[in-house]
């Protein structure tokens, strides 16, 4: 009987992009739900308040959920004497550091109000929900560990965003304020964490604890990085220009979700594949399952980013009169997500080979590159400095990586596999 981490690599794949593309879709409705219900400076507050939510959540993660795919996917599974349940190996440290954090943000999160745009009593809100969004997380990335992605469809595709999006409604036609709707966003990870616990009973296996972390830890500090750098300009910008500006440039930036969404759909997929192949030396595998995202993610996401381009004056009008001055940010956006998607996943292709203190300098590098353009540009320029710096960072996040997947593999985005991706035949 085929086992289930056997099935087609082009069935995954879409349930991947099918996941990315409810998300993307529900995110896009939570920026218009709230740009067309609040004024600008109050819909820029909520848009800093959940990006610190979710930067700060990335960072308490650990990139356990990484690593929870790297062991469960069978390439590193240890049975040797003294292993402990993986999830519990896992959790444990996510768990306490999610503890201490939500601490610091109660008890300091009001002096950090005037410095960030965030309402006071957003702060409460946020440590009271920081815990459920990192734990949630980690327990849905073990599921595709283990092969499926039916969890990671229904919990992140379906059930976690069109619940934001179901709460924020109601809480906007309420006339609620800022830190209720915080409330609302973050709720669903409370239930969507419960399921994917469930679906994980009896199914998970054992591990040492420096075999696990002695792969994570490394990524721990990049993936920190990351969160940091995904939404750090929605903060800067709220910071150094004024929450209205923020939330023009979140409107103007919330189609990128579709390219990093897209992204991260195939990379769920392919992940386990890859990781199989590059640990047992097998390049030629890696190779075709790298052409073969890559120009999925091209296929896909390409004709979005002209579209946005062209349409960009007209687009933004929907989240309201003020928002169309974002037609520079737009143009900045689509042009650089065109090039990030031609490089393809060489992020997790290096993490994939094992090289994760290398994705962590890469990281490093792209976050103060950001942090150095939007000091610079961010005063003068309000969302288009903002944009140019995010710009300036991805351009090294892709670059860098590329660069060092050629040299020492000589895997690059496109080749003679680059055709397979018309194919469905192929297996992961």
Do not use: E
Request: aromatic share 6%; proline share 6%.
């Amino acid at each position: 009987m085929t086992r289930r981490r056997d099935l087609p690599l082009a069935r995954k794949s879409a349930a991947g992009l099918l996941c990315a593309a409810t998300g993307a879709a529900a995110q896009f409705l939570v920026v218009l739900v709230v740009t067309r219900s609040l004024s600008p400076a109050h819909a820029g507050a909520f848009f800093a308040a959940t990006a610190l939510c979710l930067m700060l959540a990335g960072i308490i993660r650990l990139d356990t959920g990484n690593g929870l795919v790297y062991v469960l996917a069978g390439a590193s599974r240890d049975p040797a004497p003294g292993g402990r349940p993986v999830l519990l190996v896992a959790l444990a440290p996510v768990a306490v550091l999610s503890l201490l954090a939500a601490a610091a943000v109660a008890v300091f999160g009001g002096a950090l109000a005037p410095l960030t745009g965030v309402p006071a009593g957003v702060w409460p809100v946020l440590a009271a929900t920081l815990p459920a969004v990192a734990v949630a997380d980690v327990l849905i990335a073990a599921t595709r560990g283990l092969g499926s992605m039916r969890p990671t469809l229904f919990l992140t595709g379906v059930a976690q965003p069109l619940g934001q999006v179901a709460l924020l409604s109601g809480g906007l036609l309420a006339g609620a304020p800022v830190p209720v709707l915080t409330a609302a966003w973050a709720l669903p990870a409370l239930p969507v964490g419960a399921v994917a616990a469930r679906w994980l009973r009896g199914r998970t296996s054992t591990v040492r604890w420096d075999h696990f972390w002695r792969y994570t830890a490394p990524r721990s500090a990049a993936a920190a990085l990351q969160a940091v750098f995904q939404r750090l300009d929605i903060v800067i910008v709220a910071a150094l220009a004024g929450p209205a500006p923020a939330a023009v440039y979140t409107a103007a930036t919330r189609f990128k979700v579709v390219g990093q969404l897209a992204g991260q759909g195939l990379a769920q997929a392919v992940q386990p594949g890859l990781v199989r192949a590059l640990a047992h030396g097998d390049l030629a595998r890696a190779r075709q399952l790298y052409q073969t995202a890559t120009m999925w993610l091209v296929m896909v996401t390409w004709p979005v980013w002209l579209g946005y381009a062209a349409l960009a004056p007209w687009l933004l009008r929907i989240f309201g009169a003020s928002y169309a001055r974002g037609t520079s940010v737009a143009l900045v956006l689509s042009a650089t997500m065109m090039i990030a998607s031609a490089c393809g996943m060489v992020d997790v292709m290096l993490i994939a080979s094992g090289h994760t203190t290398a994705s962590l300098v890469n990281t490093a590098c792209a976050v103060a590159a950001t942090v150095v353009l939007d000091v610079l540009l961010v005063p003068g320029h309000g969302a288009l400095g903002a944009v140019l710096g995010w710009s300036g960072g991805v351009l090294v996040k892709n670059l860098l990586p590329l660069a060092q997947i050629s040299l020492r593999y000589g895997l690059r985005p496109f080749g003679r596999h680059s055709l397979a991706a018309f194919s469905l035949r192929m297996t992961a």
